[in-house]
Structure formats: structure tokens, C-alpha cells
């Protein structure tokens, strides 16, 4: 629902409300982790490019709190806690696993923004400018930069390799997938669908891709074809 609220449409303000108020809930790193109020004396494109910067490097600093988190859980309280090396271990994949799951829908429509480029004028005097600063000139001089160095890896690796990796381990370990060890770490994954679609998710993730492409590109071409 939080996606649909991309939708380059004339919502109703009712509706604009209920939008913003479940994309709070589904991500609250939107609105925890972009502190574009902190930066006000910068211009609006360099903030844009510095959180882009940011969250090219989101996943690497994920998975290295979750790691760091367990290492000093098993430090800590592991005697008082009986925690095993084999338990801080899913632990610890199920904490990467929770978390990307949970950011990957954002870390989509972040990668997304920087190709979401509204044509400003008409006929030959057109030109592209960037949405999150119409005064940034698209595919051109930074932004063109920018797009080859930050936004390219970002598909490849996240917006596609990260469900791509996830089914590629559940078709892997079919024959494990239903023993304690295996599903602690990647249940999350699966857990949910029945016996021989447990890659499923893949689907999932692709479908959220794509509303988020239509919100971009939608705006991009000035018209959704509903």
C-alpha cells in the first residue's frame, strides 16, 4: 500500500494520508534515516547524492552491526543466556536476513530515485531535470557520473541479486529446508508458502520492483497506463 503511494497519480488528500501513514509503518527507516532537515545550509541535489553515497554502502554496514551485535551478546551473556557458537550463528543470519528483508523495498525506491527524471518544457526546448531537485540537470555531468558509479551497482547487486541470492539458497537446500537449523536462519524466506513454491518470494520481490518502476518511470514518461 506504502508503494502505491509512488504512483504518479492525483491521489485524494484522504487517501495521500492513509499512503504516508502505512509507508511510515512498512518503513520506518524512510522516515528514520533520511535527516535531509540536518542538512538545509546544502543544496537539495548534494544531499541527494551524499544519501545516495549513504546507502550504497546500507547492506556491507548492515551485515557488519548484525555481526557485531551477536559478537557482543555472545561476549556478554552468552553463560547466562546458554548460547551456543551454533545459536549466535542463525542467530545472527537471521538478524541479516530480517533486516534486509525488512529494507529492501526502501534500498528499491532509493536506487530507483535517481532515475526518476520528469521532462520540464515542450517540443525541442525540453529538457530532464531530477525529481528530488528540478534544478539538477538528468544524465548529464554528475548525475550521469553518479548513475554509472552508484546506481548501476546498486541494481545489479541489490535491487536484483539480493532476491536473486535468496532464491538461489532456498533451491539449493530443498532437501533442508524444514530442519530446525536451516529455517531459524532462513524460514523468514519461506516459512509462509507451501511445500514446492518455497521460492516464491522471488516473486514477491520482483512485484514490489515493479510498482516501484511504474512510480519512476510512470513519472519519467508523464502518463501510467493503468
Not at 30 to 39: K, R, Y
Not at 121 to 133: C, I, P, Q, V
Request: proline share 4%; glycine share 6%; charged share 15%.
Amino acid at each position: 500500500m506504502s508503494l502505491a503511494g509512488g504512483l504518479p497519480l492525483q491521489w485524494p488528500n484522504s487517501m495521500q494520508v492513509m499512503f504516508d501513514f502505512f509507508a511510515t509503518l512498512s518503513s520506518a527507516g524512510t522516515t528514520l534515516m533520511i535527516p535531509d532537515c540536518e542538512f538545509a545550509h546544502l543544496r537539495t541535489s548534494d544531499v541527494f547524492y551524499q544519501k545516495q553515497i549513504a546507502y550504497t554502502f546500507s547492506v556491507p554496514i548492515i551485515i557488519a552491526i548484525c555481526i557485531l551485535a551477536w559478537r557482543l551478546i555472545s561476549c556478554c551473556c552468552h553463560k547466562c543466556c546458554n548460547l551456543s557458537s551454533h545459536a549466535i550463528k542463525d542467530y545472527t543470519i537471521l538478524s541479516i536476513v530480517l533486516m534486509l528483508f525488512l529494507f529492501y523495498p526502501m534500498l528499491v525506491k532509493l536506487t530507483l530515485s535517481m532515475l526518476k527524471c520528469p521532462s520540464i518544457g515542450t517540443g525541442k526546448e525540453s529538457r530532464m531535470f531530477l525529481m528530488a531537485d528540478l534544478q539538477e540537470p538528468c544524465f548529464t555531468g554528475r548525475h550521469s557520473t553518479y548513475i554509472v558509479l552508484l546506481t548501476l551497482p546498486q541494481i545489479i547487486c541489490y535491487v536484483l541479486g539480493l532476491p536473486l541470492i535468496a532464491a538461489l539458497i532456498i533451491n539449493k537446500n530443498t532437501a533442508i529446508l524444514r530442519e530446525k537449523k536451516f529455517s531459524t536462519r532462513y524460514g523468514l524466506l519461506y516459512a509462509g508458502y507451501r511445500k514446492g513454491r518455497e521460492w516464491w518470494e522471488l516473486v514477491i520481490a520482483f512485484r514490489k520492483v515493479a510498482v516501484v518502476s511504474i512510480g519512476t518511470f510512470g513519472t519519467v514518461m508523464g502518463v501510467v497506463d493503468l
